[in-house]
């Protein structure tokens, strides 16, 4: 296979040399440009900062916690934390009022001492009253009667 060169197309390469002047001066209005966006930016963040007046309530008025949920910093070391103050506070013994005799003693041997005393119970079913509202002082509850029952009258 051969190849022939076209000379009606311009022998397969550009013609016309590039322009070196427009290249140099495209890059210079380029980097003119960006200079001005810069002093431009800097401009407008000095004229922000100069004028820039906080409110006088905002300085005197106290900080307010925002309400919660809060967003919490370490949340794997405050929860390490809770876990462990609760795991103490089920395996110790403590002293939680000297006056009226109540202490603070291990779960494991506090459903122990439970089991051997029992919980108390209350039969509701047997209980006539579970449930109802007490009558008025004034009033006595009367037996209601019905048709057909004889009271030996």
Known sequence: MEHTAHPSNGGGHETREVDVRFIFVSLGALLFGA?????????????????????????????????????????????AT???????????????????????????????MVAQKGLPSHDYLSDILAGKKPSAPGKAAEPKKTQGSSNGQ
Do not use: M, W
Request: hydrophobic fraction near 40%.
């Open 35 to 79: 200079f001005l966006a810069c002093i431009l930016v800097v401009g407008i963040f000095q004229f922000f900062n100069h004028t820039y007046q906080p409110d006088v309530i905002a300085k005197e008025s106290p900080q307010v916690t925002p309400p919660g949920p809060r967003v919490e910093p370490y949340p794997a070391q405050q929860l």
């Open 82 to 112: 809770l876990k462990a103050k609760e795991d103490h506070i089920l395996t110790s013994y403590a002293i939680v009022d000297q006056k009226q005799g109540l202490v603070r003693v291990p779960i494991e041997q506090a459903i122990d």
